[in-house]
């Protein structure tokens, strides 16, 4: 880690993304903290990533106001851009809507603030156009919670805008309907923004627009209204707020508040009223029925509490022992009260069948008992809503989602047997938010033929099998996920399958960290794998392996594999100290490397074989216990401004019927030589006069002995 970036002293590493970092530091001059944010020039990410880091620095610095983040200085220093700006000590909005821990009302009040930052913005000309709760900071510094809006880098600056009219920049949930008519964005567009925030506000994390796929959001957000509110919500809520909502997301933009301004004082005077429908102030109301064994229920069994359940009732049941199996077809909520445990047992099939729409379930245990493996919980249709739940199954999934059902998990635990913790098929897509997957089934989550899964802040730890299998032609997203310490691996994807990894920690697996099979495929961002006993990944059969910015390390095996006529790409990876080569390719399959860091290993760094092919743009191989860049026979490679330098061993190790071409390449400083050819072997192809070859060029002798030959020219 660098001492100082600019003027500024470097602490610590506060946080790092795929392009860049953000550093704590400290400014000497005055003696205060600042966050300092990175980007390398010319990284692999291009001139979009730089161009949009300069219009955060140039949107954010001429804003200077206390519900915005400060940015103090600009500039370059030895090949990063930094900006440095205000250290905010606290969380992210989002967190605190997921956490579920603030009061309504302040997380309310922090977005009136947030909505004047963005009214001082649009007076100065400034269009934020990613507004959404991870963008707004929430500082607790002072003596109440502040918030500030952050990451204008892709903010549209008075008339210049920095990127094209007519290209989407930002995330599609936030995106007002005539943005996504024409790629053009007002201050009306930054409205509906904050109208979804507020939503997610309200309902604890849900969004207004939502769908499987991106094309369905955007769908639902230019045709479909707001998705209506859970049974019991309104209740909390302060008078007015609805119609502030509905305000918020119209879809004509003449028809929203006419500034952020207006918003904010729309949100403040609702919540000087009293809340829409208050509860009674004792004793259930007609909409809540009470279950337990105690004087306090109203009925004893949760049965009967369901046979006279109305849709939109609360079903609220005291702590105690429920040995039942019920099929829920009411739209009905059922929520374990009195801070004790909640537990429902069955012996005859799942504790809980959900088959309709609206259902929503909160602080139960449901403990499956059967002996045939049928799951605790199953989800059969609709689009239920399962909070702080533990589910355990003796030979089942803890949970089965089944018939195109799309249920949210959210804080819940899972303890499955045989198939998996989770097991989702028939097209269902279910969600899972900030879960718990540590069973002993063959996987923890595994996704059927045709079905969907979406993993948010979720922690795997299966011990028996896979972490997450995706069965032929299903799908999964996992953001900000950890998998650890599967005996099986940590993801496999089947035929036509695709797993798309944003932050993910894949470590400790006794096999493979991804797993890729017959035209099967991973796209990985910023995701560490290491620790596995075979391979970091691994892909077969046609399959097709994208890596950006991820950290390949500290594998037992190969740190990156791919064979028949595979692909693997890796943009801005590093692979490092991995026991055998960090990147084998072979039998037809193809490597494409931009940007990357090979070094450290205690073999070799890339390794082209049987047939495989390589290219290499801009990469720097180095300090590896063997060669850097080994080409067997039938082997090609290309390397383009790459650098390969201080190996134990050779730069390059050619072997008889391989190519290898270099273009503006440095060979330097490698202890046994810079490029080894076999007896037989072809010379080098070398393009242009941008190479330097420093180390010395050998043959061996086909005897055993070794040595110097001419230099190519």
């Known amino acids: 880690m660098r001492e100082r970036i600019g003027k500024f002293e470097v602490i610590r590493l506060l946080g790092q993304g795929a392009m860049g970092k953000v550093y704590l530091g400290r400014d000497p001059g005055l003696d205060r903290e600042?966050?300092?944010?990175?980007?390398?020039?010319?990284?692999?990410?291009?001139?979009?990533?730089?161009?949009?880091?300069?219009?955060?620095?140039?949107?954010?610095?001429?804003?200077?106001?206390?519900?915005?983040?400060?940015?103090f200085e600009f500039g370059e220093d030895e090949g990063l851009y930094y900006m440095a700006m205000e250290f905010v000590q606290g969380q992210d909005l989002d967190v605190l809507i997921r956490a579920r821990a603030t009061p309504l009302p302040d997380l309310l009040e922090l977005l009136a603030q947030?909505?004047?930052?963005?009214?001082?913005?649009?007076?100065?000309?400034?269009?934020?156009?990613?507004?959404?709760?991870?963008?707004?900071?929430?500082?607790?510094?002072?003596?109440?919670?502040?918030?500030?809006?952050?990451?204008?880098?892709?903010?549209?600056?008075?008339?210049?805008?920095?990127?094209?009219?007519?290209?989407w920049m930002g995330t599609v949930n936030y995106m007002a309907p005539e943005y996504l008519d024409s790629?053009?964005?007002?201050?009306?567009?930054?409205?509906?923004?904050?109208?979804?925030?507020?939503?997610?506000?309200?309902?604890?994390?849900r969004r207004p627009f939502s769908g499987e796929t991106a094309t369905s959001v955007l769908t639902a957000i230019l045709r479909k209204p707001p998705a209506p509110f859970l049974p019991g919500e309104l209740e909390t809520f302060p008078a007015g707020i609805v119609e502030v909502v509905d305000k918020a997301l119209a879809k004509q933009p003449e028809e929203r508040y006419l500034s952020a301004d207006a918003l904010a004082q729309a949100i403040r005077a609702c919540l000087q009223e009293a809340p829409a429908a208050a509860a009674p102030a004792a004793g259930p109301g007609p909409a809540t029925l009470v279950v337990g064994r105690s004087g306090k229920g109203q009925c004893m069994s949760l049965r009967v509490a369901l046979r006279q359940a109305e849709p939109g009732t609360q079903i609220q049941v005291l702590p105690g022992v429920y040995r039942e199996s019920l099929v829920v077809d009411k739209a009905v909520w059922i929520i374990g009260q009195g801070g004790g445990e909640?537990?429902?047992?069955?012996?005859?099939?799942?504790?809980?069948?959900?088959?309709?729409?609206?259902?929503?379930?909160?602080?139960?245990?449901?403990?499956?008992?059967?002996?045939?493996?049928?799951?605790?919980l199953l989800a059969a249709a609709g689009e239920a809503l399962v909070e702080d739940c533990a589910l355990a199954a003796g030979t089942g999934p803890a949970a089965l989602v089944s018939g195109g059902a799309a249920p949210v998990f959210r804080d819940c635990t899972f303890r499955g047997a045989g198939p998996g913790d989770v097991l989702v098929q028939d097209h269902a897509a279910p969600k899972l938010e900030a879960c718990l997957l540590e069973g002993e089934g063959l996987a923890g989550l595994r996704v059927g033929p045709g079905a969907r899964a979406a993993l948010e802040r979720c922690r795997v730890r299966n011990a028996r099998g896979v972490g997450v299998a995706l069965a032929a032609g299903a799908q999964a997203v996992l953001e900000d996920c950890e998998i650890s310490g599967q005996a099986g691996g940590g993801v496999e994807v089947e035929a036509d399958a695709r797993a798309d990894l944003k932050r993910c920690r894949i470590t400790g697996s006794g096999s493979v960290g991804v797993l890729a099979l017959e035209r099967g495929q991973a796209v990985l961002a910023d995701c560490d794998l290491s620790g596995h006993a075979h391979a970091g990944l691994h892909g077969v059969a046609g399959a097709t392996l994208q890596l950006h910015g991820c950290r390949v390390s500290g594998n037992a095996g190969l740190g990156a594999s791919v064979a028949g006529a595979g692909l693997l790409t890796l943009d801005g990876c590093e692979l490092k100290e991995n026991q055998e080569p960090a990147v084998r390719v072979e039998r037809g399959a193809t490597v494409q490397m931009t940007g990357c860091k090979v070094f450290d290993g205690r073999s070799f760094g890339v390794v082209c074989a049987r047939a495989g092919r390589g290219v290499l743009e801009g990469c720097e191989i180095y300090g590896n216990a063997r060669t850097g860049a080994k080409i067997e026979a039938g082997?090609?490679?290309?390397?383009v401004r790459c650098d390969l330098r201080d190996g134990r061993d050779t730069g390059i190790l050619l072997f008889e019927d391989a190519e290898v071409t270099l273009e503006e390449c440095v060979v330097h400083r490698n202890a046994r030589g810079g490029i080894l050819l076999a007896k037989d072997a072809s010379d080098p192809v070398l393009r242009g006069a941008g190479n330097r070859i420093q180390d010395a060029l050998l043959r061996s002798g086909g005897d055993g002995s070794v040595v110097k030959v001419a230099p190519v020219k």
């Open 635 to 639: 082997g090609s490679l290309l390397l």
């Open 34 to 71: 600042v966050a300092v944010k990175t980007i390398r020039l010319g990284s692999a990410f291009g001139a979009e990533a730089t161009a949009r880091f300069e219009r955060e620095a140039r949107a954010a610095g001429s804003l200077n106001h206390p519900n915005v983040v400060t940015v």
């Open 114 to 167: 947030a909505c004047e930052g963005l009214a001082y913005a649009h007076e100065r000309g400034i269009v934020h156009r990613d507004l959404k709760p991870a963008n707004i900071l929430v500082s607790r510094a002072g003596k109440r919670p502040a918030a500030k809006l952050m990451d204008f880098g892709v903010a549209l600056v008075g008339h210049s805008d920095l990127t094209q009219q007519g290209n």
């Open 183 to 205: 790629g053009k964005a007002g201050p009306a567009s930054d409205l509906f923004a904050m109208g979804v925030i507020l939503y997610e506000i309200l309902s604890g994390g």
């Open 342 to 376: 909640v537990v429902i047992e069955s012996s005859r099939g799942p504790c809980l069948s959900l088959m309709v729409p609206g259902i929503r379930l909160g602080g139960l245990q449901l403990q499956g008992l059967d002996g045939e493996g049928a799951p605790a």
